[in-house]
């Protein structure tokens, strides 16, 4: 067993956060979450804990100690969307354990197992490390829904979070930008956060610009991160609240996937503009509906005389953007790797029709989109119980007599959600979806489901003091 510097740093952040404010906690939860590649704990057989897992303990415990087990089991309720996510959590477990075995050999898998070095190939169905280590994510992840949802019932709670995603947003794009800075002299300085046994990708160029990483092993990972961050950021600013925190949270991470040259940061991008078409965030600001006015005005105007200037005035680098999209965007499914991911999708789908429905056990296979993963891995049973979670926490309305804080991050934690499964469905090999995604549900699921039980104004926390 080693312990790394991220350890320490785990450890003694968890100690602090034990005897501290529980906004600490919280704060150091989505910190974390940045440093996917950095191992902050080895065990034996290759096993790497990385940071936001380990803390993810500390997490535990505080709100245990302040909450108490009721309130985390509250949020478990069969009246509440944590219900259907402890399901699809019980279901998945019992599918890793024993689905591989009773199904074993009866088709062929592309497996996620550590053991196997090199390039992903057909094998008959039989358990793997992937089932171990899924399934203890999906336990981990119920676990921290339930602890922030029973933390976000004291005063404070959901403008702590929104801070949490502010510093993680800002750390963010401190670390693209010094990717970006230090490739152009010739250095690797973000390899010393990414000590995990991933292949790292970074220092790639695509016509002449720097594929961006950050703190990840590829391009791809780094937007699908960012993606949510900037909705998140985005949709604070139209409601109106912090806007000037949260507008330039968002010009940062818009910039950075904009230049990331990664297709699932632009096909991310557009679906999403088709969800922000059709929002209302005028339900939770009179202001935001002239907020969104002015930036589709904006950005349509701004695109338009961009595209015209480049069309009429530099022909040439009209020529090397449209060569840019067709390769990032237009040409990715032609590629060797779109040619990968399409047949694990394909062999996914499979899977679910030879188990006639049933699923392969959780981890037991990789795929190229979490619709698929969900499918194969889950089954019918699993695509209900998750799909029951999703739909309750997204379309449960919004009750207006709350302040504009727990009404502003209850919403855009609802599009960050959207956004998380938009890049999830083109890129997601596997289930686990990170913690941001979770602590954004439970803001997502727990403030309406406090109004329908008739919990009068601002009562629906408990006020403590400002060490709890």
Known sequence: MGLTIFGVAVFVTGLAALY???????????????????????????????????????FIVRAFNLAGGKQIADAFSIDKPGFWLLCTSL???????????????????????????????LQPLGPVSGNLSQAIYCLGDVLLYGCMYALL????AYRALATGIFLLAFFDVLAGVIDVGTHAVGLDVMSVVKTAQYVDMSGEEMGGLIRITGTFSETSAFSSFTLPLFV?????WLVGYRPKVAGALAVGTAMLLLMSTSGTAYVGLGAYAFVQLFSRPGRISLGAMARKQRLWILSACAGVLAALYVVVFLPGVAKALGDFVSTTVL???????????????????????????????????????????????LGIVGVVCYGLFLGKSL???????????ERAVCYAARHSMIATLIVASLTAGVFELGSCFYLFAAAAGALPLNAALGVPKRQGWVARGAHE
Not at 38 to 52: H, K, N, T, V
Not at 153 to 156: A, C, E, H, N, V
Not at 232 to 236: A, I, K, V
Not at 395 to 405: N, Q
């Open 20 to 58: 501290t404010s529980y906004r600490g906690a919280i704060y150091w939860m989505a910190v974390y979450s940045l440093f996917g590649c950095a191992l902050a704990l080895g065990l034996p057989g290759g096993i790497g804990i990385m940071p936001a897992q380990l803390f993810l303990v500390f």
């Open 91 to 121: 279901w998945g477990v019992f599918g890793a354990i024993l689905l591989p075995r009773l199904l074993r050999g009866s088709t062929l898998v592309f497996p996620v197992d550590r053991t196997v070095s090199g390039p992903a190939l």
């Open 153 to 156: 019932r004291y005063r404070g």
């Open 232 to 236: 998140f950021c985005l949709n604070l």
């Open 331 to 377: 040409g990715k499914a032609d590629s060797s790797s779109g040619v990968e991911r399409m047949s694990w999708n394909t062999q996914g789908v499979n899977n679910f029709l030879d188990t006639y429905g049933i699923g392969v056990g959780l981890g037991s296979i990789r795929t190229s989109s979490f619709l698929v993963v969900v499918l194969a891995n």
């Open 395 to 405: 379309m449960t309305p919004t009750p207006a007599h709350y302040p504009l804080t």
